[in-house]
């Protein structure tokens, strides 16, 4: 296991040397800086809708949990201006920094950096 290590570093480093390195990062890497993960934003949009309240409904129907759909859900209900007015008020409304994280990623000195969050 050792030996797969080193040769793992080792060719980390021939990576970073060549400039060819590139990081992959997720919601993870933000969070430590205070940015809501998908499961917090999703419930600030139930919460603006009034709807799926984290509860069953009356009627036996089971609660939304797919992100996706309830994130459709009130695009298509509001539109794109509240859309983004929201989400404004959720990224905007607060300065985050950037984390110990960030500033090991950035000490790599990576070529590129990919991800899926949607903050920047």
């Known amino acids: 296991m050792e030996k797969h290590f080193k040769a793992s570093i080792n060719k ?18 933000s969070k430590n800086s205070g940015y809501p993960d998908w499961g917090q934003l999703i419930n600030t949009i139930k919460s603006d ?7 069953k409904e009356e009627n036996g129907e089971k609660e939304e949990n797919d992100y996706l759909k309830i994130a459709q859900f009130y695009y298509n209900q509001w539109g794109e201006k ?7 008020s959720i990224f905007l409304s607060k300065n985050y920094e950037p984390n110990p994280l960030h500033e090991k990623i950035f000490e790599l000195e990576p070529n590129h950096i990919i ?3 949607y903050d920047n």
């Open 49 to 55: 809708l009034g709807l799926f309240e984290n509860k």
């Open 12 to 29: 980390l480093v021939k990576t970073m040397k060549d400039n060819k390195l590139v990081i992959f990062v997720g919601a993870g890497i």
């Open 82 to 88: 509240q859309c983004y007015d929201l989400l404004n």
């Open 115 to 117: 991800t899926t969050n």
